[in-house]
């Protein structure tokens, strides 16, 4: 048995990588691997002394399980990085002593005693204006630290841990604690392979990273949010905000984006945030102030959509049982089909008196998760979006597919789709899947659901795979007039 998790998960060239393994064998090694267009191994260490080590009880001493709020604190090994490994998203793998697992590939990505991290170059911006954001605080949040054998649930989700005193106050997450690769595995790896394999050079950077660096943007054009991006805080979002106000654009091929604000502590190795998340049989505080959308003081009062364009409380969900189960296929109805964004895709928009054609049909495009915008229709049928629920009104709907059914209830939404239990009631428009942009400065862009990477990565769709070449070719350079 062997697990472990990392100090830090980025790294400049050159600095060194802090581990924390814990095993039953007397020694261990390492495997480490680049991930681009194949899994490429790049380094491979071994008879490091192994001790084994057991998680911190549940605070609130429930049994069986640990503590997903306290620092799992086994003891570091530090590495130093080569100044010469690429910048990029890199794999270790734990291997114990005697043990001579097959080597990883990027098919089978996914599973335990590995961990995931970036390697970010010494000089930010010398291989690529776009910067590629892993969201590292969505990851743990739903880290459940399970190991093969033993379901932990110890996650925001799972048995979390609520400080009603704490200042501030909310569920308590630590980032120094195992869970092997899940959402890297899913989102990130097939759109990072396609980037690779389409000539499009990135930098890496984690959420810690962009919370912690108020010039990191500086350096780029492009920000690339990707898959799933619950979780910010404060100093991240102002960050991303003042980069579009200068002139960089802004890439969410993502959704649930930005619903959850979070408060780093304990020196950025753990965080915080008021959520509607049950403690046990108990909501332990309602409203949940740190959702971004509603009213001081239920909330924080800063809708997400005034950067992204959408909100998830205009979206939907579907259940993780059978993904991607029963997402609708049909794909985004296209409008403005003349727009930069469709050039080369051959899609049409109606305008001609045939049926619009719909971006992504045929494939799970629609979900896991997906956001909207507030919108009317004028006498043609085009949605516009109306500004009411926070949008900016100069944010152009370039594809929408309507929700249908929908599912209020947060514990029954199986076969359907989930939105919030609570919504701005004078909000009337059908709740909505949607894609679109606008510039205020710079370009922000929103796919409006955490598959697009998915979609696009594994080449399901042609139209989705040239839209998102049409975005990184136009956006990955500032205008002449920003």
């Known amino acids: ?80 990085v080569p100044e010469h490994w690429a910048p990029g998203m890199y794999i270790v793998q734990f291997v114990e002593d005697g043990d001579d697992p097959p080597p ?16 970010r170059p010494r000089r930010p911006g010398g291989r690529s204006r776009v910067l590629y954001k892993k969201s590292t605080f969505t990851r743990h ?9 033993e379901e932990r649930a110890a996650s925001l989700y799972d048995h979390p841990v609520y400080l009603p005193d704490g200042d501030p106050r909310g569920h308590k997450v630590s980032l120094r604690r195992p869970g092997g690769i899940i959402d890297l595995a899913y989102w990130d790896a097939p759109f990072i392979a396609w980037l690779e394999r389409n000539g499009y050079p990135v930098e890496f950077c984690t959420d810690l990273d962009l919370h912690e660096d108020p010039d990191l943007l500086s350096a780029y054009d492009l920000l690339l949010s990707v898959g799933h991006d619950e979780y910010w805080s404060e100093a991240m979002r102002g960050q991303a905000e003042r980069f579009v106000r200068n002139g960089g654009n802004i890439a969410f091929l993502s959704a649930n984006t930005c619903w959850w604000r979070i408060h780093p502590t304990d020196r950025n190795t753990a965080f915080v945030s008021d959520t509607d998340h049950h403690v046990g049989d108990e909501y332990p505080h309602l409203p949940a102030t740190d959702q971004w ?28 049982t059978g993904w991607p189960g029963d997402r609708p296929r049909e794909g985004y109805t296209v409008q403005h089909a003349d727009h930069w964004l469709f050039a080369g895709t051959g899609l049409r928009d109606g305008s001609d008196g045939g049926e619009p054609d719909r971006l992504g049909a045929g494939t799970p495009l629609i979900g896991y998760e997906c956001d909207g915008a507030a919108y009317t229709r004028d006498e043609r049928g085009v949605a516009h979006a109306s500004g009411e629920d926070g949008t900016p009104t100069s944010f152009l709907i370039l594809g929408i597919h309507v929700l249908e059914p929908v599912h209020e209830d ?11 239990p609570a919504r701005e009631p004078g909000i009337t428009s059908p709740r909505a899947a949607t894609m679109g942009l606008y510039t205020a400065g710079g370009t922000v862009f929103s796919a409006g659901t955490t598959d697009w990477p998915v979609v696009c990565g594994q080449d399901q769709d042609a139209g989705v795979a040239q839209v998102t070449r049409n975005l990184l070719d136009r956006l990955g350079h500032r205008s002449a007039r920003d």
């Not at 062997?2 to 790294?11: A, D, K, N, P, Q």
């Not at 990883?104 to 390697?119: C, M, S, T």
């Not at 003081?297 to 950067?307: A, C, I, T």
């Open 141 to 149: 949040a739903y880290n459940r630290s399970d190991r093969p054998g």
């Open 293 to 320: 959308w509603p009213a001081a003081p239920d909330g924080v009062g800063r809708p997400e959509n005034s950067l992204t364009g959408v909100s998830f409380r205009n979206g939907g969900m579907w259940a993780s």
């Open 104 to 119: 990883l590939d990027a098919a089978g990505l996914e599973g335990p005693a590995r961990e995931f991290f970036v390697v």
């Open 410 to 420: 947060f514990h029954d939404f199986k076969w359907g789709h989930w939105n919030g």
């Open 1 to 80: 048995m062997i697990e472990g998790y990392l100090g830090r998960e980025s790294v400049t060239a050159g600095e060194e990588l802090t581990v924390h393994v814990s095993t039953d064998a007397a020694r261990f090694g390492l495997r480490f691997y680049r991930l681009g267009e194949d899994l490429e191994p790049v380094a491979e260490t071994d008879g490091h002394p192994g001790s084994l080590h057991l998680p911190p009880p549940h605070p609130d001493g429930t049994p069986g399980r640990p503590s997903p709020a306290d620092d799992w604190d086994w003891p570091p090994l530090a590495l130093p």
